[in-house]
């Protein structure tokens, strides 16, 4: 059984930074995508980046320049960069995996981004 398990979340003043992490349990599992992405209040689900596991990477426009992700395939873990953070930035933030043709979800971390 897979799971994703986030932590990084939290209050952050504008223009301040968080770095959020996921890690895939399962000592086979390595997953070809692992991305985050964001769902805000009365908002749908949105994607904010995501890195194949040759390292190839896409981001949303909202936040290139801010974000950064990267994952460590030896320990199936994903990490995401926030910096220079705005309050439209703020949502639950999701770690996503997927090992075709089956998807992965974690349960969400929160950040919060006051201004």
């Known amino acids: 059984q897979v799971q994703l398990v986030e932590s990084g979340g939290g209050l952050v003043q504008a223009g301040g930074s968080l770095r959020l992490s996921c890690a895939a349990s399962g000592s086979t599992f390595s997953p070809n995508v692992m991305a985050w992405y964001r769902q805000a209040p009365g908002k749908q689900r949105e994607l904010v980046a995501k890195?194949?596991?040759?390292?190839?990477?896409n981001y949303a426009d909202s936040v290139k320049g801010r974000v950064t992700i990267s994952r460590d395939n030896a320990k199936n873990t994903v990490y995401l960069q926030m910096n220079s953070l705005k309050p439209e930035d703020t949502a639950v933030y999701y770690c996503?995996?997927?090992?075709?043709?089956?998807?992965?979800w974690g349960q969400g971390t929160q950040v919060t981004v006051s201004s």
């Open positions: 890195i194949t596991s040759g390292g190839n990477t």
């Open positions: 996503y995996a997927n090992l075709y043709p089956f998807t992965y």
